[in-house]
Antibody, heavy 129, light 110 residues
Framework: QLQLQQSGPGLVKPSETLSLTCTVS??????????WGWIRQPPGKGLDWIGN???????YYNPSLKRRVTISVDASKNQFSLNLTSVTAADTAFYYC?????????????????????WGQGTLVTVSS | QSVLTQPPSASATPGQRVTIFCSGG????????INWYQQVPGTAPKLLIY???QRPSGVPDRFSGSKSGTSASLAISGLQSEDEAYYYC???????????FGGGTKLTVL
């Protein structure tokens, strides 16, 4: 059974960088049919996609966060990581890592399916001095 | 403001059937398959329905999904107390070039 285990600090100071890591077990991160993504959820609010990484290192980011986000992959450790720079109180949220299963139909340049099927346990990251 | 629109709340008594609706547009639900997630407070979301109506292994057949045009729905029959949770619809948005979520519906089992 695939499992995603998150690690990283729960408290980050304003203007600093939020860093989280997700370790994948029970399967390989080097899959051609999966992305590895990050989603966040401010307390009491809904879900927002942050971005994904493919095992090759290719990345896809939410345009609203693109300037501050870096997602990277380390296939040798079966891990992927999130860095979010210049954080403010508005970045306080539960952060989740997740596996994305997808099929991209190149004939129509569109996803036939795309869903988050395995999730990490979540990390509450509070931005405060 | 979420790209996909869901009612903020729904309620029903044990044993009843409840339906949660999700509304979008041509660039998201109208063009791509819909997924549903269940989130019990204090836990991570869980995939409940994918590709409009498919259930992952372990999800009871009391849960069913459908899609028509730019709207989708999640139906739960034989409601149980453990179904009390938040339910989110989600899909790909071709205009925004990323996945989008509904604002979530809090289901209360009375």
């Amino acid at each position: 059974q695939l499992q995603l285990q998150q690690s990283g600090p729960g408290l980050v100071k304003p203007s600093e960088t939020l860093s989280l890591t997700c370790t994948v077990s029970g399967g390989s991160i080097s899959s051609t049919t999966n992305y590895w993504g990050w989603i966040r959820q401010p307390p009491g609010k809904g879900l927002d996609w942050i971005g994904n990484v493919f095992y090759t290192g290719a990345t896809y980011y939410n345009p609203s966060l693109k300037r501050r986000v870096t997602i990277s992959v380390d296939a040798s450790k079966n891990q992927f990581s999130l860095n979010l720079t210049s954080v403010t109180a508005a970045d306080t949220a539960f952060y989740y890592c997740a596996r994305v299963s997808f099929y991209f139909d190149s004939d129509v340049s569109s996803y036939h399916y795309y869903y988050f099927d395995y999730w990490g346990q979540g990390t509450l990251v509070t931005v405060s001095s | 403001q979420s790209v996909l629109t869901q009612p903020p709340s729904a309620s029903a008594t044990p044993g009843q059937r409840v339906t949660i609706f999700c509304s979008g547009g041509s660039s998201n639900i109208g063009s791509h398959t819909i997924n549903w997630y269940q989130q019990v407070p204090g836990t991570a979301p869980k995939l409940l329905i994918y590709s409009n109506y498919q259930r992952p292994s372990g999800v009871p057949d009391r849960f069913s999904g459908s899609k028509s045009g730019t709207s989708a729905s999640l139906a739960i029959s034989g409601l149980q107390s453990e179904d009390e949770a938040y339910y989110y619809c989600a899909t790909w948005d071709g205009s925004l070039n990323g996945p989008v979520f509904g604002g979530g519906t809090k289901l209360t089992v009375l």
